[in-house]
């Protein structure tokens, strides 16, 4: 009789645990608020960043155009605010409506945290409202930088706000290790909770993937204002902002796989079987597909810079370069997307003796792919070099040996790189491992120390011409386009392995999901929700964009100063 | 045909057909390589084939040239023959496509197995509950190496050799029979990438333990825990890494 | 301009598309939630059919021959006017009802080849436990027949008892074969047709044995198998080792007799 009882018993209790949610069900409900929450979170996390960077170069740089720039900015910021709080709501609805028993978990653990973040939120609108509506009242001299000071300041608490938001999501996948199911959530200490092992990791790699994904949407912005513009210096303002949008993204691109490679080396520590899960069990083809997506990330920036080459004088005499560029970027990429295990039928299958291509699956592994990236991280900071001097000739009398410097440093770098690439083959895992570590050093080194070199060789420059901004062609700007599609999917993707390796669990190893949904979807099925969520968000930005438009028609005042030599 | 050579268009069009080459009939010619894949042929070619949009399309004199022909082609009259040509091509080639996604084929489909699915953290073995997290070798420990690599040769000769082969290298006589073909302990891709409490979970568990994505063509392997003892079964690990070189991947020390 | 719009959007739609499109080309595989097989003393038929049904499906691999093509009988489908089989499985042997007719299929498959077929099949004992076994019986059962397997007949948890003795297929007698002293029955139960050929039985990895008879004597044959390395026929050198030396503690007295009378009258 007894387990009859407890049947029953169980029966009541996922009576309790669970509802659904009609037609599309609790899981598709939730997954489509958490994504498109996070990616306006992404969204007013980065531009603030973006915008006090902007004014800064404003205010030290005396250069107006920046400030604008950065208003501008704020001034989307304003409704997009308003956004992610609306979703974030319905986010909480659906968690606490859907999963009451799960929430009841995490609200017993992290109550206190909830208070503090919902404080915080509330003084971070409150410094929005100041930093914006005192923007053209604080304008000049020691006001202005108390003006920049309060965008430091909305910063900080909206660094805070993810930090807290983050440690509710790391504790799901990464619960401390002394927790078991048996474990009372009322006697888990809050901060034992908070410092597990991927909260930090998680912190950085989002700090800097909302940093990337500001200046994406920013350069999608621009590029929208560049063809409906109709007046040529319209179009040379979106030109520009389009630009420094697209800066600001490849930049922080190039160090965010250091922190991607962070965090799975913590999943790894964590638990291995949830390591091996997100590389190599059923996820394995998700890292194909992000390959894809970030070859198509490097060749659009890259391409974007080429074409942009177009309008800057002097530029031609880096243009025979660019093809080289081009075919190094490509071979990368066809690397870098080589699937070690591959899609074949069973003839193919006889014929290489495996899933292993006898040849090609050389280029499957993590050397030949690390190699790869690092080679195109190099290219495409090469470009952006080319791109920087196109129209300037250096005066310093050392200009000639700078160049070889920087070239002999570019040399080292690639040498380095291909260096450890090869001899990764010939050494045990976690020797090779390590290797990753010098291959990045070595491009970072290069970098930093031919940016210095670059920016003490171009003091006091010959102009060739002024940069004609505006003179871009149209496709350049679809480019900025697929740029901004292509980092919005990727953010989704990536949600859906971090959040996937969880698999049946809520919390891992901890609390088990019970619901119909548990099951982790394919890719495919994946696929689509990602979609239809980059759909969502994309119109609603579109939306706001118009609005932003409507309310005001443009920061863009025609401008009576000389042209700018500008970057 | 200087001409030509030195169009753009022709150019691009040269090189898209010069990689389809290399990769369909160069690559495999070369030693030690095999067919590729046709899934990968086509990730390449798009790769490519991007590229060299790209290349067309990054300046404006070059793209202006590049669309030459074609724009030639939709408009000029006396190009009538060509225009309907390419139409009539178009439409055949984009028929033919479809018929050969729809069509039935005897074949099976292409299939992707994890080759390496997690293992858990914990296997039952008789009963027993072996950690497998940070497990070493047991054997490694236990005095001369020597004796425990015999033993792991006299059962691998036993028990693995009709389908691991003589060679280690999956190449048993049974091996031409099953789908998926028994892993090579030679190739780089196999033990070499593996920690050793991996090897033995493989084996004490065999193709009914393998999770949901090693399937859709499940593993014959049996689960040789109904047949082996653990030390058995460590002892052949011991035999593979010494027979084929290879070293087993470490775990991370940790810095606590 | 709304020339610009719709093709913006096109582009985003494109993109998207594209993405979808790539990610639904590979072939798909969802992470499961693992349900273990614990099927205890008060284990109903229903759950017993519903862990068979994943197994037939899934890691069992049966659908791999059964259903595709003419390699095997489609059980789930009528055969030949025979019904699903859980209608024909009570009809197929002499003197065997449903349930041992499907237990014996599984675990010594070539005891009995359905005319028409090919003796293919891998003995499922030594693939799945024996709980497995018996959830798959029971599967096939349910196909329009009855299930009568109850939790009896599943031995209690395979501990080191079960698995020290995994050979053991047929019946439940003790020893290779149940006992029986039918010497084709102790070939095929002790797994003799692994390696070695016998008349048009077995495999190729040892050496043939349909005229034994004519090459060795009663006595050399026994000595073979009760230590196989003594003697290594010329050409399998490579394979010393290989055969098994449990059988002289394996086989009984007369089992081994009557082998060894059977053996060496292949002449």
């Known amino acids: ?567 | 045909m200087r001409a030509y050579l030195r169009h753009p268009f022709w150019q691009a069009v040269g090189l898209f057909v010069l990689a389809y080459l290399v990769i369909v009939f160069v690559i495999p010619m070369l030693p030690g390589s095999a067919m590729v894949p046709s899934s990968v042929v086509l990730q390449y070619m798009a790769t490519v084939l991007v590229g060299i949009l790209i290349w067309v399309s990054d300046d404006e004199a070059r793209w202006t040239t590049f669309k030459e022909p074609l724009h030639e082609v939709l408009i000029q009259p006396r190009l009538k023959l060509v225009r309907n040509g390419l139409l009539a091509a178009v439409t055949l080639v984009v028929g033919c496509l479809t018929y050969s996604q729809v069509k039935a084929s005897v074949a099976a489909p292409p299939n992707l197995r994890s080759i390496h699915p997690a293992p858990p953290s914990q296997i039952t073995f008789r009963g027993k509950t072996i950690t497998l997290v940070g497990l070493e070798n047991p054997l490694r420990k236990q005095g001369e190496l020597a004796p425990h690599v015999a033993e792991g040769r006299r059962i691998y000769y036993q028990n693995c050799v009709p389908c691991h082969g003589d060679h280690l290298d999956g190449q048993g006589h049974f091996a031409s029979g099953f789908n998926p073909l028994p892993a090579n302990f030679q190739d780089n891709g196999t033990i070499a990438q593996l920690t050793e409490s991996f090897v033995f979970w493989r084996i004490a568990k065999g193709g009914p333990g393998l999770p949901r994505e090693g399937t859709p063509w499940n593993s014959a392997m049996p689960a040789w825990e109904d047949f082996l003892t653990e030390d058995e079964i460590w002892s052949v690990v011991l035999f593979l890494y010494d027979q084929t070189g290879w070293k087993p991947r470490t775990w991370e020390v940790t810095a606590k | 301009m709304w020339a610009t719009n719709l093709r913006i959007i096109g582009i985003v739609l494109g993109t998207l598309a594209l993405y979808t499109l790539i990610a639904n080309k590979i072939p798909q595989v969802q992470s499961e939630v693992p349900h273990a097989l614990t099927l205890g003393a008060n284990v109903t038929p229903e759950q017993l059919v519903a862990a068979g049904d994943q197994l037939y499906h899934g890691a069992g691999g049966c659908t791999a021959c059964h259903g595709l093509g003419t390699r095997a009988p489609n059980l789930l489908t009528d055969e030949k006017g025979l019904g699903p089989i859980g209608a024909r499985c009570g009809k197929r042997e002499a003197g065997k009802d449903c349930k041992a007719y499907l237990y014996e299929s599984l675990t010594s498959p070539r005891a009995y080849v359905v005319s028409g077929y090919e003796p293919i099949m891998p003995e499922m004992g030594r693939i799945l436990s024996p709980q497995q076994i018996w959830a798959l019986v029971a599967f096939l059962e349910s196909q329009s027949g009855t299930v009568d397997v109850t939790a009896s007949d599943i031995p209690a948890a395979s501990g080191p008892a079960a698995s020290a003795a995994p050979a053991a297929s047929g019946g439940g007698g003790p020893g290779i074969a149940g006992g029986s002293t039918e010497p084709m029955t102790i070939i095929r139960g002790a797994g003799c047709t692994g390696c070695h050929k016998v008349g048009t039985e077995g495999g190729a990895i040892g050496p043939n044995l349909t005229h034994v008879g004519s090459r060795l004597s009663a006595a050399l044959i026994r000595e073979c198998i009760l230590k196989p390395d003594t003697r290594v026929a010329k050409g399998y050198e490579k394979f010393v080792g290989v055969m098994p030396k449990m059988f002289g503690n394996q086989l009984t007295g007369a089992q081994l007799e009557a082998l060894v009378q059977f053996l060496s009258s292949q002449k």
């Open chain 1, 1 to 567: 009789m007894a387990h009859v009882f407890a049947l029953v018993q169980a029966a009541a209790d996922s009576a309790a645990a669970y509802r659904d949610f009609p037609v599309i069900g609790s899981r598709a409900a939730i997954w489509i608020a958490a994504e498109i929450h996070l990616m306006f979170a992404a969204f007013v996390l980065g531009v603030p960043i973006f915008a006090v960077v902007a004014e800064a170069i404003g205010i030290f740089g005396k250069d107006q155009r920046y400030d604008r720039l950065a208003k501008e900015f704020t001034r989307l910021l304003l409704i997009a605010y308003s956004a992610t709080a609306i979703w974030g709501a319905v986010f909480v609805f659906l968690l606490s409506t859907l999963y009451p028993r799960f929430w009841a978990y995490l609200t017993a653990i992290f109550g206190v945290s909830m208070w503090v973040y919902v404080s915080i939120f509330f003084f971070e609108s409150f410094t929005l409202y100041l930093y914006y509506y005192g923007w053209d009242r604080w304008k000049q001299g020691r006001a202005k930088i108390v003006h920049w000071c309060l965008g430091i300041l909305l910063n900080i608490w909206g660094t805070a706000v993810m930090f807290i938001a983050d440690s509710w999501l790391t504790y799901m996948m990464t619960p401390p290790r002394d927790i078991t199911p048996e474990t009372s959530p009322a006697s888990i200490k809050l901060w034992h909770a908070i410092l597990n092992h991927t909260w930090m990791p998680i912190n950085i790699h989002r700090l800097i993937g909302n940093v990337v994904f500001g200046g994406a949407i920013v350069g999608a912005y621009a590029s929208y204002r560049f063809l409906a513009a109709k007046t040529d210096e319209e179009r040379a303002h979106y030109d520009w902002m389009g630009y420094v949008g697209n800066f600001i993204a490849i930049s922080a691109l190039i160090v965010l796989p250091f922190a991607g490679y962070w965090l799975g080396r913590e999943i790894y520590q964590y638990d291995q079987s949830m390591g091996i899960t997100m590389m190599g069990g059923f996820m394995s083809w998700l890292w194909v597909i992000q390959a894809f997506l970030i070859a198509v990330l490097f060749l659009a920036g890259n391409y974007y810079l080429w074409v942009g080459m177009g309008r800057i004088p002097g530029a031609e005499r880096f243009r025979p370069y660019t093809k080289w560029l081009l075919v190094v970027l490509v071979l990368g990429a066809l690397v870098w997307g080589t699937p070690h295990t591959m899609i074949a039928d069973s003839r193919e299958l006889a014929a290489m003796g495996g899933s292993h291509h006898p040849l090609l699956g050389a280029l499957g592994v993590m050397s030949a792919k690390n190699t790869a990236v690092n080679l195109m991280i190099l290219s495409t900071f090469l470009s952006f070099l080319l791109y920087r001097r196109a129209n300037i000739r250096q005066v310093v009398p050392w200009a000639k040996t700078g160049t070889r410097i920087q070239a002999a440093m570019f040399v080292i770098a690639a040498g380095v790189v291909l260096f450890f690439g090869i001899r990764g083959y010939f050494v045990e895992a976690i020797v090779r491992i390590g290797y990753s570590v010098y291959q990045v050093g070595a491009v970072l080194a290069c970098i930093v120390f031919v940016t210095v070199i670059d920016v003490l060789m171009a003091r006091g420059a010959q102009s060739l011409g002024a940069i004609q901004w505006g003179k871009m062609p149209p496709r350049s700007q679809y480019a900025l386009f697929i740029l901004a599609v292509t980092f919005t999917w990727l953010m989704g993707l990536m949600g859906f392995a971090r959040s996937g390796i969880r698999q049946h669990w809520h919390v891992w190893q901890v609390m088990q999901d019970t619901t119909p949904y548990a099951a982790t979807p394919a890719l495919g099925y994946a696929a689509i929700m990602i979609s239809t969520c980059v759909l969502i968000f994309l119109s609603l930005v579109g939306f706001i964009f118009w609005l932003g438009g409507l309310a005001e028609k443009s920061t863009f005042v025609p401008s009576t100063e000389a042209p700018h030599v500008g970057h």
